[in-house]
């Protein structure tokens, strides 16, 4: 490996660039040379806000690429641009660092896991709860077998009120609302834990009773995406996953997450103020001991882990050293495959079969 730093550019400088160009900032061996937004202007702005005006800014991801060579860029554009941008980095040579959720539909995935495998490049999703102590201590407890064999698990959760604004709102900017914001969290935090056995079918239902309100949301003329959706998923291996995550509700909590096994049972309590970002509370296993059902509360790590730090630094490890991706899109496949299940089902109104693309 030579001294050279990695190049880096960013495609989408929106709101959550600035944390991606933050954890670059802090890592030595990487360095942010442009940058693209379709915005005209915004590029440039990001940039002299970040301090880094020699970065080259541009309106256009096709245009950024043309012109400066990367090694790796960030794609960090609204959802239903993650596909073409995504497509066209790796088709440029260059290793991405995805912004989640994978992206909106299956059609839009097949051609990202095409690009992927075509280029000989990585693409890591950005599921930066993966980096939490207690969700690796989830995964490690299930792992273990401590549970038996894991038969249903129930995720989700979501705020009482917390409908985001911008593009979150609009399916032609984010396709979906809470599902692709916070529900690809909840998501991937148990099929993670369980090592990501393939969907097999799923039975959703979607609304956006709040969001479309204007007595209890300002922006009502513009929501056109969900902003509570539930589904019944079925995974391989004889695990049913039971789904729900909300923006808004007339409710405290929609739930802890929860495993059974038939060995024993894991509580993972909602994550602290409710307003769900793949954190976690506490956790608990459930078990018999000599005869008797007995709980014992398990140790649990204070949130002091810069998560989307953790996430960064993963990826640029791992393009510096020619490594596989840290969060593959064989994994996220799934997860993806599970979102545009729900979307589909929850339009036709009835239980769809999960077909994931050959690549
Ligand atoms: N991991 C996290 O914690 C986290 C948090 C927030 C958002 N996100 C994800 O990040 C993505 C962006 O969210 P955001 O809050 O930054 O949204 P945003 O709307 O603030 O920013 C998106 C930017 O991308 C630009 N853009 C869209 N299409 C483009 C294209 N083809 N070429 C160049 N620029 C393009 C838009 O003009 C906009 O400036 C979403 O997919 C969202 O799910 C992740």
Same mark, same amino acid.
């Given at each position: 490996m030579t001294n050279q730093k990695?190049?880096?550019?960013?495609?989408?400088?929106?709101?959550?660039? /600035?944390?991606?160009m933050r954890s670059y900032q802090k890592l030595e061996n990487v360095e942010v040379?442009? =940058?693209a937004d379709c915005i005209p202007g915004k590029a440039k702005a990001f940039f002299e806000r970040f301090e880094?005006?020699?970065?080259?800014?541009?309106?256009s991801a096709e245009a950024l690429l043309r012109a400066v060579e990367l090694d790796a860029v960030s794609v960090c554009a609204y959802n239903q641009a993650h596909a073409e941008c995504t497509v066209a980095a790796l088709e440029a040579g260059c290793h991405v660092l995805l912004e989640k959720p994978l992206c909106v539909t299956m059609a839009q995935a097949a051609q990202i896991l095409q690009a992927e495998k075509k280029s000989g490049k990585i693409v890591s999703v950005g599921f930066q709860p993966r980096y939490d102590p207690n969700s690796k201590k989830i995964k490690e407890?299930?792992?273990?077998?401590?549970l038996g064999q894991v038969y249903y698990v129930q995720t989700g959760g979501g705020r009482r009120r917390g409908i985001p604004g /911008?593009?979150?709102i609009e399916a032609r900017y984010a396709g979906m609302g809470a599902l692709g914001d916070? =529900?690809?969290?909840g998501l991937d935090m148990p099929l993670n834990a369980l090592g990501y056995p393939k969907p097999l079918t799923v039975s959703a239902s979607k609304f956006g009773h709040f969001g479309t309100n204007p007595a209890l949301y300002k922006e009502a003329n513009r929501f056109d995406v969900d902003d509570f959706a539930v589904a019944l998923i079925r995974l391989e291996g004889g695990v049913t996953l039971d789904f729900r995550m909300s923006w808004a509700m007339h409710l405290d909590s929609a739930g802890a997450t929860f495993f059974l096994g038939d060995k024993a049972g894991l509580k993972v309590a909602p994550g602290p103020g409710g307003a769900w970002d793949g954190r976690v509370g506490g956790l608990t296993l459930y078990h018999d001991a000599f005869g008797d059902p007995t709980e014992t509360p398990l140790h649990f790590a204070e949130h002091n882990t810069d998560l989307f730090f953790e996430k960064v630094k993963d990826f640029v490890a791992a393009v510096a050293t020619g490594g596989s991706a840290p969060i593959p899109t064989s994994q996220i496949i799934y997860n993806q495959a599970i979102v545009s299940g729900i979307l589909e089902s929850a339009v036709q109104g009835r239980e769809v079969e999960i077909v994931i693309p050959a690549v």
């Open positions: 990695l190049r880096i550019g960013i495609i989408g400088t929106g709101g959550i660039a /600035g944390a991606h040379v442009a =940058g880094a005006p020699e970065a080259l800014a541009f309106n407890i299930v792992q273990s077998g401590a /911008g593009t979150f916070i =529900g690809c969290y």
